[in-house]
Structure formats: C-alpha cells, structure tokens
Nanobody
Framework: QVQLVESGGGLVQPGGSLRLSCAAS??????????MGWYRQAPGNQRELVAT???????NYADSVKGRFTISRDNAKNTVYLQMNSLKPEDTAVYYC?????????WGQGTQVTVSS
C-alpha cells in the first residue's frame, strides 16, 4: 500500500522560506520511475498544480511560483521536496504531494502552509 507523508509546513512571514518533504512508503523501486508533484488548495479554491518532476528529473512549475519554488527528488530516500522561497500571503494553502505511475495515482494527506505577518 502506497503512502505519501508530507512534512515541513508551518507559519512563516512574507518573504520567508519553507522546505516541504514528501516521503513515499510501500512503493519501492517504482518511486524512481514515477512522476511526482506538489499541488495546493486554498480555502474556497480548487486544487491547483504547483510543481511536478518526472522520473528523468524534468520539472514544470505554475507561473505563480516560477523563480521562487524548486522541486527536487531523492530516489535513494523515496522523497520529493519543495523548496519555497520569497513566500507571499497568496501562497497560503494546504500543500499536497502527488504520485503518478502508469494508471496509479496517490495523494498525501496535506500539510498547511500559512504566510502571514
């Protein structure tokens, strides 16, 4: 059974930084062959894509986070990261980790990020 566990969320002031982690278990070597991503959902809004990374390391970002956020992965640890810099109040949301492989897709439980002074 695949499980994704996010961590690293919290309260940060505007302009600050956070690093989110997503550890995958029950997935074994499939992790290295999987696409991974981060999505977010603010209250009253639909869930939206933040960043994705393919098995080959190619990345894609939402326009709103380009130049501020960086997605990366460590296949040895079955973990994907999201480094978030220059955070803005509009980045406040629950951030979800996503895993895709063939017809399989899994979501984490989410971690709250709040950007406020």
């Amino acid at each position: 059974q695949v499980q994704l566990v996010e961590s690293g969320g919290g309260l940060v002031q505007p302009g600050g930084s956070l690093r989110l982690s997503c550890a995958a278990s029950g997935i074994g070597i499939i992790f290295s062959m999987s696409a991974m991503g981060w999505y977010r959902q603010a209250p009253g809004n639909q869930r939206e894509l933040v960043a994705t990374i393919t098995s080959g390391g190619s990345t894609n970002y939402a326009d709103s986070v380009k130049g501020r956020f960086t997605i990366s992965r460590d296949n040895a640890k079955n973990t994907v990261y999201l480094q978030m810099n220059s955070l803005k109040p509009e980045d406040t949301a629950v951030y979800y980790c996503n895993h895709k492989f063939a017809s399989y897709e899994h979501w984490g439980q989410g971690t709250q990020v709040t950007v406020s002074s």
